[in-house]
Structures are given as structure tokens and as C-alpha cells.
């Protein structure tokens, strides 16, 4: 039986991270096992940066966005040695198994350690919701619904003056926060990584939309995928749109975890526990239609997560 487990928070920060880590606490110290939390990451664990929990060390945290544990960047944990090192300094304090709450480079890690011996379990923490596997992922619904907010603001502006805006938001190469905020609002045009760029038939459609009864226009877009100050120009001498452009940025990660947030961090917290309880590492934590489930680390890098092609269809039924 497992005596002793760590648990960190990698990569970006996402509202809920607290409720999971605050879950893996309380879950290890109710069945009586010793629970760390590791500042900084994977550079905490290397440093030995530890905190051992008590039963007082997780209260008021649930409704905190960000992460009390901090987060770092910290690329030499791809080199062996330094993993070995960590492992040491794990040792030390009798820590033989790892929570990690994180994204897919988060999971990298936690799979190298599991291959040394150390049990690990991944939890999907991150706003972009782009792991495989997983219906959601810690974070995804308290950015989306950050997004949503903003774009009911930005309407309101935009009705007013009768122009078309442009909002850029996160999600890399995942266009969920995209084409779902579009859904919520009514968007006319949702841009994504997957459905492609092609700024002429963008253009066409808002042209098509300024002649039309339409007097203002929202269009929603994936970060890198183009630069949108400039899109917004040629948007503007194009149609005669008056347009502007909004980039969210970093508002989209903080914030007070939803409600839907922090259950899903509670549950997948305690079941990570329950993992490393029977001996069991390598695997990620997983929510399918409802379920709280778990997959071999493995099988995420060899898959693509992608956006219900039924959402694209309905953003466009609906504009």
C-alpha cells in the first residue's frame, strides 16, 4: 500500500486546479496516507520544494483560480539525469507516487517517471480542453464561460455602433473555446485551426451580411491563426464594416472556478488516489459522458482530439 504521495500542478494555470489538488489531499489524508504538495512543478520536484499537507492545509482553496501550488517552465526535465534527481529528492522525503495535474507536456513527464518507477497519474488541467479522451478538462467551462461574458459586452458595442468585431481567444490548435462561446452568443463566423482560413470567403459572408439586414457582425477566432489587427483593416476597407479587433489573452485563465469546474477537479482527484492506491501509474483521469474514467498516458499522444463536427453545423444553422 501506498504510503506517501506528491501531487503538482504543471504547464498553464486553470481554474480548478485547486479543487483537484485540494481533492488528492483530503483523499489521501482521509485513508491515512502522507500527501506533499510540490511547488513550482517539475522544478519544485527537482529542487525538493515540498509541502507537506495537514488537515487544515486545503481549506478556502476550492473557489481560488490559478494554482496555490505555482507553476514553472522547466525544460531540462526532459534530460534523464535530472529526473533521477527528482526521483532522489522524492525519496528523501518517502514520497513513492505523483499526482500531476497538467496538459499533454505535463503528461510527458509524468510517463518518464512512471517508466523509473514512480507511479503517476495525470489529471487534465488546462482551458484549452485539447486533450484527448476527455470530454472536458479542468478549466475548459470557467474560460468559456469568461468568453461568453466578453462577447455579450462586446455585443452590446457593436449593435450600437453597428460594427463588425473580431474576438480572438485561446485554445492553440483546439477550437472548442471558439466554436462553443460562438454557439452561447450567436456568432456569424467561427475560425478555427480545424475549419481553415480563407479570409476571402470570411470577407464575402460579412459583406453579404452588411448588405443585408444585418447591422453588426461577430466573428470569433482561434489564436495563431492569423493577426487579427490586420484582418480587421482589411475586413473594414473591404465591406465598409466599421471593425475592430479584441484579443482576450490571459483574462481567459483566471478567475473563480465554475461550479462545473470544481466538481470535475473533486472527482478526478479522488480517483486518482484511488489509483495510486492500488498500484497502478501511467494512466490519465478522463470524464466520458459523465463518467470519470481513466486511459493509458500512452494512447493520448498517439490521438487528435477534435471538435464535434455537430457544433460547427449548428453555429452555422444559426448566424
Not at 64 to 85: C, D, H, M, V, W
Not at 159 to 177: A, F, K, P, Y
Not at 298 to 309: A, C, M, Q
Given at each position: ?108 513527464g509524468a510517463l518518464e517517471l512512471t517508466k523509473l518507477g514512480v507511479n503517476c497519474i495525470g489529471i487534465p488541467g488546462t482551458i484549452d480542453n485539447d486533450i484527448p ?187
Open positions: 500500500m501506498v504510503k506517501s504521495i506528491g501531487v503538482l500542478t504543471s504547464g498553464g494555470d486553470a481554474p480548478g486546479m485547486n479543487a483537484a489538488v485540494r481533492a488528492v489531499a483530503r483523499t489521501c489524508l482521509n485513508k491515512g496516507i502522507d500527501v506533499y504538495g510540490v511547488m513550482l512543478g517539475y522544478k519544485g520536484l527537482h529542487e525538493g520544494q515540498f509541502y507537506k499537507f495537514n488537515r487544515h492545509s486545503t481549506r478556502n482553496i476550492i473557489n481560488i483560480g490559478g494554482t496555490i501550488l505555482k507553476s514553472a517552465r522547466f525544460p531540462e526535465f526532459k534530460n534523464p539525469q535530472i529526473r533521477l534527481e527528482a526521483i532522489e529528492q522524492m525519496k528523501a522525503v518517502g514520497m513513492e507516487a505523483l499526482v500531476v495535474i497538467g496538459g499533454d507536456g505535463s503528461y510527458h479522451l476527455t470530454d472536458h478538462t479542468i478549466g475548459f467551462d470557467t474560460a468559456l464561460n469568461t468568453i461568453v461574458e466578453a462577447l455579450d459586452r462586446l455585443r452590446d458595442t457593436s449593435g450600437s455602433h453597428q460594427r463588425c468585431t473580431i474576438l480572438e481567444v485561446m485554445g492553440r490548435t483546439c477550437g472548442d473555446l471558439a466554436v462553443n462561446a460562438g454557439l452561447a452568443c450567436g456568432a456569424e463566423i467561427v475560425i478555427t485551426s480545424e475549419t481553415g482560413f480563407d479570409e476571402e470567403k470570411v470577407i464575402e459572408r460579412l459583406r453579404q451580411s452588411k448588405a443585408g439586414d444585418k447591422k453588426h457582425a461577430i466573428v470569433v477566432i482561434t489564436e495563431h491563426v492569423t493577426d487579427v489587427n490586420e484582418l480587421a483593416k482589411r475586413i473594414e476597407a473591404a465591406t465598409g464594416f466599421e471593425t475592430r479587433a479584441n484579443v482576450l489573452g490571459h483574462l481567459q485563465r483566471g478567475g473563480r472556478p465554475s461550479a462545473n469546474d470544481r466538481v470535475l477537479a473533486s472527482r478526478m482527484g479522488v480517483r486518482a488516489v484511488e489509483l495510486l492506491e492500488q498500484g497502478k501509474g501511467g494512466l490519465a483521469i478522463c470524464e466520458q459522458g459523465g463518467v470519470i474514467t481513466e486511459v493509458p498516458m500512452l494512447t493520448l499522444f498517439d490521438s487528435k482530439r477534435d471538435v464535434p463536427e455537430e457544433l460547427y453545423e449548428d453555429v452555422l444553422k444559426l448566424r
